[in-house]
Every structure is written in C-alpha cells, then in structure tokens.
C-alpha cells in the first residue's frame, strides 16, 4: 500500500508531491554520498496545502512527509518512494518518526510561544531520517504575531527541513508566508471516491457509504464518523428537522436553544474524555500528595492547564455548531435545487419529504435569503458573538425567509 493511497481524487496533487519526493531522494543520495556537486534541485523547503473541509490537506501533508522519509530498498533500482512498508513510511504515517513532527490544536489558535518551539525544532538536523518535516494542520488558525515568528523560519529554513502548512484557502494565510510557500490547491473528492475509501478501508456497507459519502458532499472525516457513530447520526436528523419548526417565533427559539445545548453536550464528552487524564497527568508530574494535596508553587500550572481546557471546549462546541450549520446548508442547497429543477444529486435524500415541504412552501428567493442567513450565523460565530443569539437571529431569518 503506497503512501498516496488515503489521498482521495486527487490525481493531479498525487502526481505533483510523487514527483517532489522522488527530486528530494536523488538531491539527500547525492548529499549523503559526498558528491562534490548534487544535482539541481527543484524541491522546495516550505509547501502550502489548501483546500475545502475534507478535500484531504493534512493527509496529502502527511503522505508526502512519509515519502520523504522513504526508505525502501526499491528507490536504488528506480522505484518511487513512498512505498508505504518500510520504516520511514509507517513511522511517519502513524506519528512517531522522530523526525516529522505533525501539529494541530484543539485550541482556538496558534500562540507566539508554540511556534517558537516550532521554529527552534526546525533549525536541527535530522536525527534518523531523511528530512526535518514540520507539519503545522491548522495554519490558518495562527495569530499574526505567530505568523511572524514563522515567516523567517519558512523564508531561511536549514538545508534538510521542510515546511508542509495545511489551510482551507490562501486568504487564511499572511502573504508573506504563502509567497514563499509551494502551493497545492486541493479539491472536493467525488462522492463515488469518498463512497469507495468507507467501504474499502473502513468495511462499511456499500448501500450505508453511499448514504454517508452524499450527505456530506465528498468530506471524507464526516462520511466516515457518519456511517460509523450512531449518535452523529442522530444530531444530524435532528438539524435536519430545524427547518420545519421556525414556522413560528417559539419553535424557532426552542430549536435555537436545542442547537445549542447539543453543542454543549459535544464539547463536554470530549472534555470529560480528555481533561481528566490531563489533570491527573499533571498532578502526578507537580508531585501532588496522595490525598490530592498539590505542592507549593504548582498552582500558577493548574490554571494554566485549566485555561487551555476552557479554550478547548470553546473551540469543541463552536466546531460541533458549524457542523450543524454545514448539514442546514446543505438541506437548503436541496431544497433550492428542487425548486430550479435542478439535476444535481441531493445530499440529503433521505429526508425527500421535508426537502419537498420546504420547496413547496417557499421561492427560490426566500431560499437563497436562509442560506444566507446560515453563512452569517458562522460569520456571527466566527466573530465571537455569543452562540444563542446567532443562532436565535439565524432562526428567525430562516422563519421569515
């Protein structure tokens, strides 16, 4: 299994990044052999991925991390690297190569501090392999003094380091980083595609891969957590069903409300699951007592941590809202094709008979006017403004259409 085999649709990326890993292995053979003069090299030192939520950016990254590393026997007798077997690959696959480094948040940014550590991290020399990678997944979400102190890193990185920074688009990065930066554009994978990776790897069921890959529109972490978790199914159903209860004012609001409190419920499992190994974690390193007593000095840590969990529930409940918001868009976008008689595929099939409601009971126009009303409902979010009252204001614009 080759290391591009997770990567879904896209040919064109696939090629680009095989092509890379092969001019990065001739250039790091040479380099290693002591030739006096290594071939011209076109392999870049800082790559930027963009691409729509589920178009496959952090797995593309994560390929062509392993590819650099290859190892494979194969490569001497002109084999491709990124064989998928050998230990450079696998390790770096699954997160410990000692020398590619992935990193995400589960926080609502990327701090000052934390790419620093980053930057000092890029400056060494491989320690087993054949590249310093950093792979940085959430690169849209660092601050712009953050941005800063990368932006050198990027623009002068150390002979054997590459940069691989994952964003949904190009806006979402500072220009001066993304000047510097190789860029792979990253499309939507086809729903067939999406539908074929569930049953192939993950075992589902032909008819329920099918179902999940078309109810989120080829985004392949959704489809997967869709056919396989019960209760995403269910919060699904039940945003499904929000645009048949704004008839009137209550309805609305009690949804808005329910919206909101699903959202809560995600955020506190993943913090019940997470936040109590890290407390108890943390105290076991402070030296705290048997009897729960922490240690003189050790308090000013715990608020530390039990910021960073606040921040991280924050973040988990606003993802859990833009989910719901995304399938709303969806059912509106169904809707309005059936009103234009549209012959595109419906994502949401399964509930023909609200889809058919709506469509009825309303114009083309009003339809575009609640999708617009969702889009600034995520705008309102994404400009902090309290979850309830976006989210009641959306609902009364969906009423009034």
Not at 4 to 26: I, K, M, P, S
Not at 213 to 237: P, S, V
Not at 248 to 263: F, K, M, P
Not at 277 to 284: F, I, N, Q, V, W
Request: aromatic fraction near 2%; hydrophobic fraction near 40%; glycine fraction near 8%.
């Amino acid at each position: 299994m080759a290391v591009w085999d997770d990567l879904v649709g896209q040919d064109r990326v696939q090629e680009q990044l095989a092509a890379a890993a092969r001019d990065a292995d001739t250039l790091v053979t040479a380099v290693s052999a002591g030739e006096q003069s290594p071939p011209a090299s076109k392999m870049t030192h800082a790559w930027l991925f963009t691409g729509p939520p589920g178009s496959g950016r952090s797995t593309a990254a994560r390929a062509f991390a392993a590819a650099l590393q290859c190892t494979s026997p194969d490569r001497a007798m002109g084999g491709a690297p990124g064989c998928g077997f050998c230990d450079g690959c696998h390790t770096s696959l699954v997160g410990t190569h000692a020398d590619v480094e992935v990193v995400r948040t589960d926080l609502l940014s990327i701090g000052v501090k934390e790419t620093r550590d980053l930057v000092r991290r890029a400056q060494l020399s491989p320690a087993v392999g054949r590249w310093q990678v950093i792979v940085l997944e959430d690169a849209d979400r660092l601050t712009e003094g953050a941005g800063n102190v990368l932006l050198k890193a990027v623009e002068e990185p150390a002979p054997r380091t590459v940069w691989l920074l994952c964003a949904p688009s190009l806006e979402d990065v500072l220009p001066t980083i993304r000047s510097r930066c190789r860029h792979l554009s990253l499309r939507t994978p086809p729903v067939a595609s999406v539908a074929d990776v569930l049953m192939r790897r993950d075992g589902i069921e032909p008819e329920a891969a099918a179902s999940a890959a078309r109810a989120t529109q080829g985004h392949i972490g959704r489809a997967r957590r869709l056919a396989t978790d019960e209760a995403a199914r269910a919060r699904r159903a039940t945003v499904l069903k929000l645009p048949l209860r704004v008839e009137d004012v209550g309805g609305g609001l009690r949804a808005a409300q329910e919206l909101i409190d699903a959202a809560a419920e995600d955020a506190k499992q993943v913090a019940e699951e997470v936040d109590t190994k890290e407390t108890e974690d943390l105290k076991a390193a402070l030296g705290a007592a048997t009897g729960g007593r922490m240690p003189r000095g050790t308090a000013g840590a715990m608020k530390e941590l039990e910021d960073r969990q606040k921040r991280r529930r924050t973040r988990t409940q606003r993802d859990s809202l833009d989910l719901a918001l995304t399938d709303l868009t969806g059912f509106y976008r169904d809707v309005l094709a059936l009103q234009l008689g549209s012959r595109v595929a419906l994502a949401n099939e399964d509930v023909r008979d609200a889809l058919d409601r709506v469509a009825r009971g309303s114009s083309p126009e009003g339809t575009l006017r609640r999708i617009e009303a969702v889009l600034a409902c995520r705008e309102a979010l994404d400009a902090n403004v309290a979850p309830l009252l976006a989210v009641e204001a959306m609902t009364m614009a969906l009423r009034t259409g």
